[in-house]
Each structure stands twice: as structure tokens, then as C-alpha cells.
């Protein structure tokens, strides 16, 4: 039987998001990749022990996680929290919907009010939930007219089975527009979730950000470690058992002489701030006050606790600001 430790909040640091009441860890754990029916079961339980035990109170799913089917993540996290059901209202617990998951047309991609309403009842029943706390449309679907999409979201709240809604994959004028509408409805939309890293800033180039602080919702950040490439993994070359290594073929190709010169400076910058690559990373990340949480990927408990440490060094002097910049030009 599980028993989190009682020193779980001492070091890990919250975060509003945006002007909600809704407090989220600074680090959160993502269920992407390692949680589907191919992984080791003992493995992802002492994963999410792990990141409970370190205040990591928010795990992020959506409905076509997990390998090799869609919706394998989420029933192996119904298993683990059958053991855990005591600590339910100390987590925050997030799905989505939105890409292909079952066949036919209603299962296809897709923000109609049939997908998004019986792929959150999918989720429930997966998870052995009555409710999560921030359901999200994971991408836009230009066929679906978005005031139906946000009625969905809203009719959900209203039923109780979410307590939040968010967005995923929405840029600026795609945050704008339904934004507009969940304030007519009054729908507790607090969160976006974009993808955002030292070497992918578009939602800085896109205003996403700036928009995200004057309008008061939070950002939850994916892919802060671009791929893997913003780790030790490819310091010396790359690994025959790395991503790229086993025929990624973008990856391999963003590996160049110049991005391998970039990782190895960052890397140096990192060690004199006592932390990997990847803690920098992330640190750097949070470091924009746009974002209220980072959503990290594991395939260890090490690695859980190794993301979960960067709190300890969030700021940044203005000097170690311009070396990075210069860096990453």
C-alpha cells in the first residue's frame, strides 16, 4: 500500500495560473510517452510515486496517449491510482481530446461537441474518475465551427465532469477568438498548452505569451527539452540507442555541427549553475512569467526527480540572460 511522504510540499514550488484560484507545480509529469500498455507497469507506478512524494501533484494525459493503442496511458493511470485514491484532491489531474481516436467520423479529428463530450466520458471511465480537474481541446478543428467547441467545453464544466477548461495548440488569434466566447458563457477556461523550449519560441515571436499575461490565463509549456536534444544525450555525438540515433530523421538532421557547438556552450552555462542541460532548460522556461507550469516526460524515477530538482535554481542574473541569448541566436 502507498503512503506519500509527509515532507511532499517542502521543496516543490506553486504557481497561479494566471488570475485563477488554481495553483499548479512548477513541475508537472506528462504521460506521453513511457505510460502505454508496451512500458513496464512497476516502473510508471514508481514514476508517479516519485513525483507525488516531490509535490509533482499534476499529471497531464490525453485521450491517444500511450503506444501501441490510444488510451493506454490513461488506463494504466486509472491502475496506479487505484492505490493512491486517498490523495485524490491533492492532484490535479488533466486529459484532452481533440486529435484521432476510434474510427469512423465521430472519432476522427475533431472539437464537435459529439467527439469531445464522449471522449471525456472514454477518459473517465478509463481512469476510474468522476471528473478531471482541467479538460482540454487539444487542436483546433478548422471543420467545427469554434463557438460549438466552446459550448461543448462549457456543457462540460456544467455537467461536472471537468472543473477547468484549457487549450492545447491554439496560437494568439486562435486563443483570441474563443476566448471571446468562454467569457460571454462565463466558462472557467484558465490554461493554454503550447509547446515551448530554448530552441522552439514561437509563442514568443507569436505574442502568445504577452497575451496569455495582460489576459490572465496561464500557460502549461510541453516539449521543454525539444525532443531530448536539450539534454546530455547528444553532448558527444549521437547515441545508437537516442531517438535520433534509431532513425529520427529531423532530429538527425537538427543535429549539425552548429546546434552540437549551442548544446555544448548551454551545457557549460548549466555546470556553473550546479545543474544539467536539461534542469537548465527547464529553469529557463519558467524563467518567462507566462508560464505556470512545465510539463516534463520521464522513462525513470531518476529522471522525475532530475526534472523535478530544477526548482531549486529558477533564477537567472541578467548576464547568464545575455549569454543565453547569444547562444541562441
Not at 486529459?95 to 467520423?105: L, Q, R
Amino acid at each position: 500500500m502507498y503512503a506519500a511522504k509527509h515532507d511532499r510540499y517542502a521543496t516543490m514550488r506553486y504557481n497561479r495560473c494566471g488570475k485563477s484560484g488554481l495553483k499548479l507545480p512548477a513541475v508537472a509529469l506528462g504521460l506521453w510517452q513511457n505510460f502505454g500498455s508496451q512500458g513496464c507497469f512497476a516502473t510508471m507506478e514508481k514514476m508517479i510515486h516519485t513525483a507525488f512524494d516531490l509535490g509533482v501533484v499534476h499529471f497531464d494525459l490525453a485521450n491517444n496517449y500511450g503506444a501501441p493503442y490510444g488510451g493506454s496511458a490513461e488506463e494504466n493511470f486509472g491502475r496506479i491510482l487505484s492505490d493512491m485514491r486517498s490523495y485524490r484532491d491533492e492532484m490535479c489531474i488533466s486529459t484532452k481530446a481533440g486529435y484521432g481516436m476510434w474510427p469512423g467520423p465521430y472519432g476522427d479529428r475533431n472539437g464537435s461537441r459529439k467527439y469531445l463530450i464522449s471522449s471525456l466520458d472514454q477518459s473517465l471511465g478509463r481512469m476510474g474518475l468522476e471528473y478531471v480537474d482541467i479538460f482540454y481541446h487539444h487542436a483546433t478543428d478548422p471543420d467545427t465551427p469554434i463557438e460549438e467547441t466552446a459550448l461543448a467545453l462549457d456543457q462540460i464544466v456544467r455537467s461536472g465532469k471537468a472543473l477547468y477548461i484549457g487549450i492545447s495548440n491554439y496560437n494568439r488569434a486562435q486563443t483570441e477568438a474563443i476566448l471571446k466566447i468562454f467569457r460571454e458563457l462565463r466558462v472557467p477556461f484558465v490554461v493554454n498548452q503550447p509547446s515551448y523550449a530554448m530552441l522552439n519560441r514561437w509563442v514568443e515571436h507569436d505574442g502568445l505569451d504577452t497575451y496569455a499575461l495582460s489576459e490572465g490565463f496561464g500557460l502549461a509549456v510541453y516539449s521543454p527539452l525539444y525532443q531530448g536534444l536539450l539534454t546530455d544525450r547528444y553532448l558527444n555525438g549521437i547515441p545508437a540507442d537516442s531517438r535520433a540515433g534509431k532513425g529520427n530523421e529531423h532530429l538527425r538532421s537538427l543535429l549539425n555541427e552548429k546546434m552540437l557547438a549551442k548544446l555544448g556552450a548551454l551545457n557549460s552555462i548549466a555546470a556553473e549553475r550546479g545543474q544539467t542541460l536539461s534542469q537548465l532548460a527547464l529553469s529557463w522556461v519558467l524563467h518567462n512569467p507566462a508560464v505556470t507550469t512545465v510539463i516534463t516526460g520521464a522513462s525513470s524515477p531518476q529522471q522525475v526527480a532530475m526534472n523535478a530538482a530544477c526548482v531549486g535554481h529558477l533564477d537567472f542574473a541578467d548576464e547568464e540572460i545575455a549569454k543565453i541569448e547569444e547562444i541562441l541566436k
